[in-house]
């Protein structure tokens, strides 16, 4: 903690893609931020454990904010890494259908798309689908054109770099253990390597990921019926033993996303396959190597050159998820003054993918928020971006 401090204007607790992105729009707006990090570095968990993709927008509810964040910082990130000397590339992404189920799926998402307003898609037959990728074997694809990949640490550092030259802060090793609402603002009880400390600050940005939950409930005066409940889904990824078979990146059908199928490619454009899901309680990083069999299940339906053996653990990664096993899909949710009563204090929940593709408009999002602005006029100026 810096030592000089008793009191900030603004506190925002995490300092993944999330944290950062609101602690440098928060600072640039002229406000004094410090980011209080319980890790020893930015981004260990959930922002540097994904797969890199900087997506188009493709199958998110309509209206919600998955859906509308996604599209408007799709349309901003690109621009912004040229702009930063991030790695950044266009790669494209061939969403594939393999018989009748898959493609009344598929339409379904081609059509939802539109309505989202991703840009640059293209229906594809089997052939001109296998006309880009020779290897690939499927009835229909979707072509989305402007999916890219991103170097997320990079992006990450960006931020970092920008919150931190217009005054920003981050302290490392601290925990927030405790907030009460005091002074017109909070009063924080923070754990340090050195001891615990006390901070009073008058914004409270709650973007802790996997620890939203416990953060939440530790601010006292936030609604306990307000917090929602957040499930760990763990995915492994595997990389691939042999020469990258595509150029573009490939997503199989519904069924088979979550059991390892996807298809993506690092900034060496390197493959790798994942997430294969789980459900766990605690967070741990551990691998199951076993769990390659669902992985090689769902692959060989649109690349059956996948032979035995080629694929290797690599690591995993875990989502904050509003749905439990078996249900629907959930979107994010953001509560800031104006839907908890309690005024300074924003919590955002479940913030998973497209989190880092949407950063950029969920950061000007939270800081209209924290000021008062209700949730779905914060929205609505992101969706008139689009």
């Not at 189920?101 to 296998?130: F, M, P, S, T, V």
Request: with cysteine; glycine share 10%; charged share 20%.
């Amino acid at each position: 903690m810096p030592e000089h401090l008793d009191r900030a204007d603004s506190v925002v607790v995490g300092a993944g893609v999330i944290g950062l992105a609101v602690a440098r729009r928060l600072a640039m707006s002229g406000r004094e931020v410090i980011v209080l990090e319980q890790e020893d570095l930015i981004g260990t968990h959930s922002s540097s454990r994904s797969n890199e993709v900087s997506h188009a927008g493709l199958y998110y509810r309509p209206d919600g904010p998955q859906a509308i964040l996604c599209v408007a910082g799709h349309r901003l990130l690109e621009p912004y890494c040229a702009e930063h000397g991030i790695p950044y590339k266009v790669v494209g992404k061939l969403v594939v259908a393999n018989g009748e189920d898959d493609l009344e799926w598929l339409k379904g998402i081609y059509e939802n798309a539109q309505i989202c307003g991703a840009r640059g898609l293209d229906w594809l037959g089997g052939n001109a689908a296998r006309n880009l990728e020779p290897e690939l074997r499927c009835d229909a694809a979707i072509h989305s054109t402007l999916t890219g990949i991103v170097d997320t640490h990079a992006l990450m550092l960006a931020y970092q770099g920008e919150a931190e030259a217009h005054g920003a802060s981050i302290a490392f090793q601290s925990r927030l253990l405790g907030a009460r609402v005091a002074n017109n603002g909070f009063a924080l009880e923070i754990a340090t390597k050195d001891g615990t400390h006390h901070l009073g600050c008058n914004t409270l940005i709650n973007a802790a990921g996997l620890w939203a939950v416990p953060v939440a409930r530790a601010i006292e005066g936030t609604p306990q019926d307000d917090i929602p409940h957040v499930h760990y889904a763990k995915g492994a990824f595997f990389s691939l033993a042999v020469k990258s078979p595509f150029r573009h990146l490939v997503v199989p059908a519904q069924r088979w996303i979550r059991m390892g199928g996807i298809y993506t490619l690092d900034m060496a454009m390197r493959a790798r396959f994942g997430p294969e899901e789980e459900w766990i309680e605690e967070v741990n990083y551990d691998i199951d190597a076993a769990r390659s069999s669902t992985a090689y299940e769902a692959v060989r339906r649109y690349w059956p050159g996948l032979e035995d053996g080629m694929l290797q653990p690599a690591y995993t990664g875990i989502r904050p998820r509003l749905n439990g096993p078996g249900e629907p899909m959930a979107d994010w949710i953001m509560h800031g003054p104006a839907e908890h009563g309690v005024p300074g204090l924003v919590n955002l929940y479940g913030i998973e993918s497209p989190g880092i593709t949407s950063s950029l408009p969920i950061a000007e999002m939270i800081t209209a928020m924290a000021d008062g602005l209700p949730f779905g006029q914060a929205l609505g100026a992101q969706r008139a971006t689009n």
